[in-house]
C-alpha cells in the first residue's frame, strides 16, 4: 500500500503523559499535513510542513503540541502533559506540492484517548 | 477566515435514487478552490470532486456533480444511481487561494437502504 500511514491508529494514555504520533506520507510528496477532528465534527487544520520546513502553523497548536518533519519525509507531532481536551482523531494528509491546490490525500488518522 | 456549513447532519436515499447533500460557505478571498470528501465508517477520509472558484462550469466526477453557485456561495453535491459503498460521512470543504489549510464543514452522514 502506497498511501499515507499513520502509527499508531490507536492510543490510550493517562492524564499528564506525553504522547508521539509518526506519519508517513506518500513517497514522492513534499507537503505534509496534520489535522485533528473531534466527534461530530469535520477536521481542523494543525500545521503544515513544505520539505522540512514548517510553513503554517494554527491557533489550535498551543504550546504544549510540537511536530517535526527532520528530513522532509516522514513527520511526528508529539502533544506534551496531555489533557482530556485532546481526545480526538489526529489526521495526516500529504500532498505532491505541483501547486498551490494540488490534492491533499489522507492517512487514517490517530485516535488518542485520554483518561 | 474562511467557514463551511453544512446544514443536513443526516441524510438518506434508497439505492439507485439521486440524493444532493447542501453545503455554504463565506470567504473573502476572489480565488478559492471548493472540495467534497467523503469518510467511510473506521475508513480514511478520500477526496470525491473538486472544484476551482474561478471556472463557471460544474465539476463532475462519474455519479458525482456538483451544482456550484458562486453568487450564493453554495456548493451542493449529487449523487446519481446511489450505491450502498456511497454510505459514509461527506465533508465539504474549502482552501483560499493565500493558504494551505482545508476548512472543513461539520460533515453530513448519508445512509443508503436497499
Known amino acids: 500500500d502506497t498511501g499515507v500511514s499513520q502509527n499508531p491508529r490507536h492510543k490510550i494514555t493517562k492524564r499528564g503523559q506525553n504522547v508521539t504520533f509518526r506519519c508517513d506520507p506518500i513517497s514522492e510528496h513534499n507537503r505534509l499535513y496534520w489535522y485533528r477532528q473531534t466527534l461530530g465534527q469535520g477536521p481542523e487544520f494543525l500545521t503544515y510542513?513544505?520539505?522540512?520546513?514548517?510553513?503554517?502553523k494554527s491557533r489550535l497548536l498551543s504550546d504544549r503540541f510540537s511536530a517535526e518533519r527532520p528530513k522532509g519525509s516522514f513527520s511526528t507531532l508529539e502533544i506534551q502533559r496531555t489533557e482530556q481536551g485532546d481526545s480526538a482523531m489526529y489526521l495526516c494528509a500529504s500532498s505532491l506540492g505541483a501547486g498551490r491546490t494540488d490534492t491533499q490525500y489522507f492517512g487514517p488518522g490517530t485516535r488518542l484517548t485520554v483518561l | 477566515a474562511q467557514t463551511v456549513t453544512q446544514s443536513q447532519p443526516e441524510m438518506s436515499v434508497q439505492e439507485a435514487e439521486t440524493v444532493t447533500l447542501s453545503c455554504t460557505y463565506d470567504?473573502?478571498?476572489?480565488?478559492?478552490?471548493l472540495f467534497w470528501y467523503k469518510q467511510p465508517p473506521s475508513r480514511q477520509m478520500i477526496l470525491v470532486i473538486r472544484q476551482e472558484a474561478y471556472k463557471q462550469q460544474n465539476a463532475t466526477e462519474n455519479r458525482f456533480s456538483v451544482n456550484f453557485q458562486k453568487a450564493a456561495k453554495s456548493f451542493s453535491l449529487k449523487i446519481s444511481d446511489s450505491q450502498l459503498g456511497d454510505a459514509a460521512m461527506y465533508f465539504c470543504a474549502c482552501l483560499s487561494n493565500s493558504g494551505y489549510a482545508l476548512n472543513f464543514g461539520k460533515g453530513t452522514s448519508l445512509l443508503v437502504t436497499p
Open positions: 470567504t473573502s478571498e476572489s480565488d478559492y478552490y
Open positions: 510542513f513544505q520539505n522540512e520546513a514548517q510553513l503554517e
